[in-house]
């Protein structure tokens, strides 16, 4: 998962995704906010797709991606410091 989002163009498609109204995002919303190709853009949603990071369904000629919540919160926790006890309790 580190590796998916260590590229700051997938970072930035996994931000878009999550961030889209509905939850949802098309790859054709995705595609015009880059200075990139197409099929650039695809190899990276497939990136985050086999990182477990999104999933993506097709309708018609377009796919949808949305976010995998599950797996998003378990990257983030990576990142998340562990609590501190209480003052006055002691760690067990």
């Not at 997938?10 to 949802?24: D, K, V, Y």
């Not at 595609?31 to 990276?44: N, Q, R």
């Not at 377009?62 to 760690?91: C, D, H, K, M, Q």
């Amino acid at each position: 998962m580190l590796k998916a989002v260590a590229d700051p163009v997938r970072l930035r498609l996994l931000s878009m995704i999550g961030s889209h109204a509905g939850g949802e995002a098309c790859v054709c919303d995705l595609t015009d906010a880059f200075d990139l190709t197409a099929p650039t853009i695809s190899h990276h949603l497939k990136v985050l797709r086999t990182a477990g990071l999104i999933s993506g369904e097709r309708r018609g000629t377009w796919v949808y991606y949305r976010i995998i919540p599950e797996a998003v919160n378990r990257l983030g926790a990576l990142f998340t410091p562990p609590a501190e006890p209480v003052s006055g309790e002691r760690a067990s």
